[in-house]
T-cell receptor, first 114, second 110 residues
Framework: DAGVTQSPTHLIKTRGQQVTLRCSPKSGHDTVSWYQQALGQGPQFIFQYYEEEERQRGNFPDRFSGHQFPNYSSELNVNALLLGDSALYLC?????????????FGSGTRLTVV | QQPVQSPQAVILREGEDAVINCSSSKALYSVHWYRQKHGEAPVFLMILLKGGEQKGHEKISASFNEKKQQSSLYLTASQLSYSGTYFCGTVSGGSYIPTFGRGTSLIVHP
């Protein structure tokens, strides 16, 4: 059973560019959450998608946007990249809000902004 | 607000026990626990819902004291495979989104 799949695994972008990260959730999961993890820190919540709508959003600027498709897969878009956006971006999927089986995380996309 | 985890780091020998604590300033609905090995995805260990329950997962168990807004993760007879960074994720009323602490690094030596 495939878990959460993220692509690409690594990405290098120039300041000011735009980036799109992709996530396929675990089979049977309908909710996708995106987290940013800086080195040595815990994951920070960006937003969560359910039924193709943004259900909740963390404390991130509007440069961060997302989308969920009918097959539950999701994209994270970041515009006008800043050096501080360099981090590991984790996608997590869950069923029923994750209050029973928790979240299943992907291995992440390592974004480096130069 | 981010929960506070303690200690920041633990170094053990195989077979020794460890306790990792997670405290929040908010009233909690539930607490998630995850383990992340270097370069890998965080892996779900368990979730505790309010009610002061204790859950077990192999030799890893956890408790949740909702009055103190705290949870503790207990690792008994540690194995080399237990090495990694442990994160607690706290869920407060009105949101089902876990807020993660900064993590506790656990190193188990032979």
């Amino acid at each position: 059973d495939a878990g959460v799949t993220q692509s690409p695994t690594h990405l290098i972008k120039t300041r000011g560019q735009q980036v799109t990260l992709r996530c396929s959730p675990k089979s049977g999961h309908d909710t996708v959450s995106w987290y940013q993890q800086a080195l040595g820190q815990g994951p920070q919540f960006i937003f969560q998608y359910y039924e193709e709508e943004e259900r909740q959003r963390g404390n991130f600027p509007d440069r961060f946007s997302g989308h969920q498709f009918p097959n539950y897969s999701s994209e994270l878009n970041v515009n006008a990249l800043l050096l501080g956006d360099s981090a590991l971006y984790l996608c997590a999927s869950s069923a029923s809000g994750g209050q029973i089986g928790g979240y299943t995380f992907g291995s992440g996309t390592r974004l480096t902004v130069v | 607000q981010q929960p506070v985890q303690s200690p920041q780091a633990v170094i053990l020998r195989e077979g020794e026990d460890a306790v990792i604590n997670c405290s929040s300033s908010k009233a909690l609905y539930s607490v998630h626990w995850y383990r992340q090995k270097h370069g890998e995805a965080p892996v779900f260990l368990m979730i505790l819902l309010k009610g002061g329950e204790q859950k077990g997962h192999e030799k890893i168990s956890a408790s949740f004291n909702e009055k103190k807004q705290q949870s503790s993760l207990y690792l008994t007879a540690s194995q080399l495979s237990y090495s990694g960074t442990y994160f607690c994720g706290t869920v407060s009323g009105g949101s089902y989104i876990p807020t993660f602490g900064r993590g506790t690094s656990l190193i188990v030596h032979p």
